[in-house]
């Protein structure tokens, strides 16, 4: 049943590298209040590499877990007896991180007699952008990151419909795996961001993926082989920067195009709907990104939205959202909820159209 009330709800975030936990405060009439969000970030461990190390990670969220959520608590003025339920990220992600989080909040929920919501981390990014405003559903939701690149319909909690996916890489993986060709540091996102700004994107001239598909799918690993091979033969900062900025601009361009096929695609299913747009991940806070999609939405009518920049980057607050909007629908979990490497965020159409038909293990989101 539908839960009218104020709900309380502490969320937990061990997919990837950060080790987040935040609580989050949903009103009966859907006012969300932020009442404290702790991220603690395994940079350093995983810098030596230039990515994450899936065992690190695993350790090191093993090690930090306890004491991000005392203080998350500590910091939310509350204590655990406070809460209405817990929500920790059960998939999409690195395993053996998803499993310290999970397994946390099982504890917390048996502890205290809540409910436990087994969040999926993409829904999280989901409804990210509502921790910073007040946006209804439906909208089109642009989800990119260093994992995910997809463009999806918005109906509510549950009810989303994917209307394109990468066929490869992410654009954040790109980002990434570009700036360690350019011999940039980890994260590589915001360091090529740093470096493009002085650089002629104009320079470099880098292939065009999908051109003339009326689909809304994306391919970054094209470009991401071209703009290594470039890198290979730069010799001075200036190339560097100039290829870094052509990089971003590719990137720009390709997600700004497949989401102005998505706006149409969208104005056509939805004539008697606001039309809202909403871009959430963590490439959500570059620039040359957020300039060229706020441009899409001029030109075609949209609302523009995104998360705050603090909750762009995997954190926990949107988790204990999601769990909050589940919870208050009467969604919760048993605690035998399992940890999932792979979850698409719309099962049905991931499994009808898989992005990777090759894969054994299913589709991954």
């Known amino acids: 049943m539908p839960n009218p009330k104020t ?40 810098a030596p590499f230039g990515g994450v190390v899936p065992e690190i990670a695993a350790r090191a969220h093993v090690e930090a877990i306890d004491a991000i959520a005392a203080e998350a608590m500590r910091a939310s003025g509350l204590s655990f007896a406070d809460l209405d339920g817990v929500a920790a990220t059960a ?17 917390v929920a048996l502890a205290r007699d809540v409910p436990l919501v087994a969040v999926n981390h993409l829904e999280g990014h989901a409804v990210s952008a509502r921790l910073g405003a007040d946006i209804p559903y439906p909208f089109l939701l642009l989800l990119v990151s260093g994992g995910h690149c997809q463009l999806l319909e918005v109906a509510g909690v549950g009810a989303c419909t994917r209307l394109g996916t990468t066929i490869d890489d992410a ?33 470099f001239e880098l292939p065009r993926a999908l051109l003339g598909r009326k689909d809304c799918d994306f391919s970054f690993s094209g470009l991401k082989t071209a703009a290594a091979r470039q890198a290979e033969k730069i010799t001075d900062d200036q190339s560097r920067a100039d ?23 969208y104005r056509e299913s939805h004539p008697d709907q606001p039309l809202r747009f909403v871009v959430a991940g963590g490439v959500a806070a570059n620039g040359a990104v957020k300039a060229a999609l706020k441009k899409n939405c001029d030109d075609n009518g949209f609302t523009f939205d995104a998360p705050p920049l603090a909750y762009c980057t995997d954190n926990a607050a949107m988790i204990a959202l999601a769990g909050a909007e589940r919870l208050a629908l009467g969604i919760f979990d048993d605690l035998d909820a399992v940890a999932r490497p792979r979850w698409p965020l719309d099962e049905a159409s991931a499994l009808s159209n898989p992005s990777n038909s090759f894969g054994r293990k299913g589709a991954k989101a």
Do not use: N
């Open 171 to 203: 654009a954040g993986e790109a980002f990434d795996k570009i700036a360690k060709s350019l011999g940039l540091p980890y994260p590589g996102g915001p360091a090529l961001e740093k470096l493009a700004a002085s650089g002629d994107p104009s320079k």
């Open 243 to 265: 290829l870094a900025a052509a990089v971003q601009a590719a990137i720009a361009r390709q997600l700004s195009e497949r989401t102005d096929r998505a706006m149409k695609l």
């Open 91 to 107: 998939g999409p992600g690195l395993v053996g991180g998803v499993m310290v989080g999970l397994a946390f909040g099982k504890a």
């Open 7 to 46: 709900l309380t709800i502490l969320g937990l975030e061990t997919s990837c590298d950060e080790t987040a936990a935040s609580v989050v405060r949903r009103a009966a009439d859907g006012t969300v209040t932020v009442l404290s969000s702790v991220i603690g970030t395994q940079f350093e461990q995983h």
